[in-house]
């Protein structure tokens, strides 16, 4: 009888620590569904960002590209050609006869 008690009491041992790993495994188990979930999630934030962070950069750039191709205005070209189109405008008046001063007055 002693026997049959021992096993019980060995039963009894051995159910209380398959349920003291229970908890362990389900914890696993849901660390691991939550990560499954939880990946996807940061994989898809980090491609987003990642996305958003490579056209800001082409903005930049196509940016940097048009100041960079805007010539700068060379002044002593336009300042040459007011000059001559005053002298023109002048010779035109010269042998039209007209004068500046009295052009308007009647």
């Given amino acids: 009888m002693r026997q049959l008690g021992m096993k019980k009491e060995r039963n009894r041992m051995e159910k209380a620590q398959s349920r003291k790993r ?3 495994r389900i914890y696993r188990a849901s660390i691991t569904v939550e990560a499954a979930l939880l990946y996807p999630i940061l994989i898809f934030l980090l491609m ?3 996305q958003k962070t490579i056209t800001y950069y082409q903005q930049t750039d196509q940016a940097a590209q048009g100041i960079i191709s805007v010539e700068e205005p060379d002044t002593s070209k336009m300042f040459w050609k007011i000059v001559l189109a005053q002298r023109v405008t002048e010779e035109i008046k010269e042998k039209a006869g007209l004068q500046e001063d009295n052009v308007y007055e009647n």
């Fill in 22 to 24: 229970e908890p362990f």
């Fill in 48 to 50: 987003f960002l990642l």
